[in-house]
């Protein structure tokens, strides 16, 4: 029970991330670059928090009976560049997308671009994916072309252009942490490496924008709750998930975001929208179980994808 209530709860946060830069950006209550800054900053600040925490507390309970505990390492010395590079990518193009595509299509053509930037990346080194699994994928990337097509309800081009580059942006970021010992303390020093550009971000966004206190509110409670809490949740549900299951359970954000939409800014709900969230998550979900029966798959970082 604790273990799916954690679940549930991470793929709320993660879910109400999209919801959230809808709710700011839609109305032009923030600029986007000022909301992405204050997203990675407070992110950083309760991150950095966690992580100094847990190392403080690892070190004690090390050194216990073995005199005065040392000074634990930097919890920012996790992570890496590029990981912070590719969040910093992935945030900046999240935020802007989501100026002009409504909630549940933006979540759904992130979570579509990382699966196939996840499957790129296998193929590129050497990985053979069997036949459901090219079957699965085929679903998805068909569905998601229907998504995108020309006509009234079609999310814009430039948007959903953007909100693509930011899915395979955290398809990088996940490729970088994959297989991480510590992944908290590497998401903390991931954000804290992409705090300063947040800061430039917000400087940028202040010059073209001044804000509302419910913009500045709500990419607060983006970066610190839904996603500073919000991973700390997912990684301690994470040891006690099987690896299909964790991957599996990733489906269900795009849904719950597209449910948000439409109960907290309005959005509708389209046929188009409907059925290619059952082909996107339907034809994942299909190249996941066949990845399973064939070799078991390292499990995604983040299930904001």
Known sequence: ?????????????????????RMALSDGAIDPL???????????AVLVCAALWHARRK????????????RPRA??????????????????????AYVMVPTGP?????????????????????????????????????????????GLVAPPLPG?????????????????GRGSQAPVADSAGNFARSAPAGLVLIALGLLRLRPSWQ?????????AITSGLGYIIWYSALPRLSRSRAALVQLTVPAIAAAGGVVFIGEAITTRLVLATLGIT?????????????APAPVLKHPET
Do not use: K
Not at 2 to 19: E, G, P, R
């Open 1 to 21: 029970m604790q273990t799916a209530l954690l679940t549930a709860i991470a793929m709320l946060a993660f879910a109400a991330n999209s919801v959230l830069a």
């Open 34 to 44: 000022a909301y992405t800054g204050i997203r990675l900053s407070a992110g950083a």
């Open 59 to 70: 070190q004690a309970g090390g050194d216990r009976g073995a005199g005065a505990p040392a």
């Open 75 to 96: 919890a920012w010395l996790g992570g890496s560049w590029q990981g912070a590079f590719s969040l910093t990518l992935y945030a900046a193009t999240f935020s802007v």
């Open 106 to 150: 933006g979540a759904l053509i992130l979570f579509a671009f990382v699966q196939i930037a996840m499957l790129a990346w296998a193929v590129y080194r050497g990985d053979r994916p069997a036949p459901l699994e090219w079957l699965g994928m085929a679903i998805a990337f068909a569905a998601l072309v229907y998504l995108v097509s020309p």
């Open 160 to 176: 959903a252009v953007l909100m693509a580059v930011a899915g395979v942006a955290w398809g990088a970021y996940c490729l970088v």
């Open 215 to 223: 913009g500045v509110t709500l990419g607060l409670v983006s970066g």
């Open 282 to 294: 339907g034809g994942v979900a299909l190249a996941l179980l066949a990845s399973q029966r064939r």
